[in-house]
């Protein structure tokens, strides 16, 4: 099993980008997934989750401006970030809970560069 992340990239504050994690592989089922952020000198933060039944949760810092959504047929879970600030430049992962066989895991994404620029 493996997570990609993708979409990272260079946006001018005020702008949006779309993130993606996609999960593929051997599994059987996707339970709840997060994505993190760290910035440079920076300990890794939560941003938000969704869970297998589409509750969301967000970091008081991106509440209002992200948004988390997942689509099941493709194993891909979004994070669309609109009004970005300098502050949210950071490198973002996404983490999984996979179901493998009879096994709930954890899986990390490789993570996607995100600079806004002011």
């Known amino acids: 099993v493996q997570l990609q992340a993708s979409g990272g990239g260079l946006v001018q504050a005020g702008g949006s980008l779309r993130l993606s994690c996609a999960a593929s592989?051997?599994?059987?089922?996707?339970?709840?997934v997060h994505w993190y952020r760290q910035a440079p000198g920076k300990k890794r933060e939560w941003v938000a989750t969704i869970s297998s039944t589409d509750n969301t949760n967000y970091a008081a810092s991106v509440k209002g401006r992200f948004t988390i959504s997942r689509d099941n047929a493709k194993n891909t879970v979004y994070l669309q970030m609109n009004s970005l600030k300098p502050d949210d430049t950071a490198v973002y992962y996404c983490n999984a809970d996979i179901l493998v066989g009879s096994r709930w895991l954890s899986y990390w994404g490789q993570g996607t560069q995100v600079t806004v620029s002011s």
């Open positions: 592989g051997s599994l059987d089922s996707i339970g709840s």
